[in-house]
T-cell receptor
């Protein structure tokens, strides 16, 4: 049981390049999330998927797109990377619906855009 | 807009000391509250989840309390150890149709041997 996995762990991009961050969970969770973490800003929600087939914008969606490929996988795409997107990106998942369900986080992807 | 604040931003204590980390939130209409630990360069590890109907939750040397009416939560760590050194994050689940998490910026704890 690997929990939440993310690939790649590290990435360096040039301004204007595109890339996709991959996330997968093996806990049969309905809900999945993408966050970015910046010094002094805390974690901020980029996009989330309440259930397979649905996605919604979070607090900072500009410059990103997402795909909920199936129940296990939720990818984040940067179409044209900018230096402001240099950050650590975390994927998380949670059992859906109401109740005392915790979010579980992946190890993160460290992205640098030059 | 919900805002979560954690004070202090950094804390340094000698091993064995009991300590309290503070978290405050501006809107008391939260669903649940979760405390996390983050080691340098690593992801987040869940420590405790407190439901909005609960007052506290315990796990080993950790005890978290929640006072919704005053918009505050505390994380108590008993008999601190060097291995407790990490950043501790507090996050509240918004009481909306979908439970989004809003994070504080964390308290960086250093426990010296």
């Amino acid at each position: 049981n690997a929990g939440v996995t993310q690939t790649p762990k590290f990435q360096v991009l040039k301004t204007g390049q595109s890339m996709t961050l991959q996330c997968a969970q093996d806990m049969n969770h309905n809900s999945m999330y993408w966050y970015r973490q910046d010094p002094g800003m805390g974690l901020r929600l980029i996009y989330y998927s309440a259930s397979e087939g649905t996605t919604d914008k979070g607090e900072v969606p500009n410059g990103y797109n997402v795909s909920r490929l199936n129940k296990r996988e939720f990818s984040l795409r940067l179409e044209s990377a900018a230096p402001s997107q240099t950050s650590v990106y975390f994927c998380a998942s949670k059992e859906g619906g109401s109740g005392a369900y915790e979010q579980y986080f992946g190890p993160g992807t460290r992205l640098t855009v030059t | 807009k919900q805002e979560v604040t954690q004070i202090p931003a950094a804390l340094s204590v000698p091993e064995g000391e009991n300590l309290v980390l503070n978290c405050s939130f501006t809107d008391s209409a939260i669903y649940n509250l979760q405390w996390f630990r983050q080691d340098p360069g690593k992801g987040l590890t869940s420590l405790l989840l407190i439901q909005s109907s609960q007052r506290e939750q315990t796990s080993g040397r950790l005890n978290a309390s929640l006072d919704k009416s005053s918009g505050r939560s505390t994380l108590y760590i008993a008999a601190s150890q060097p291995g407790d050194s990490a950043t501790y994050l507090c996050a509240v689940y918004l009481n909306t149709g979908f439970q989004k998490l809003v994070f504080g910026t964390g308290t960086r704890l250093l426990v010296s041997p």
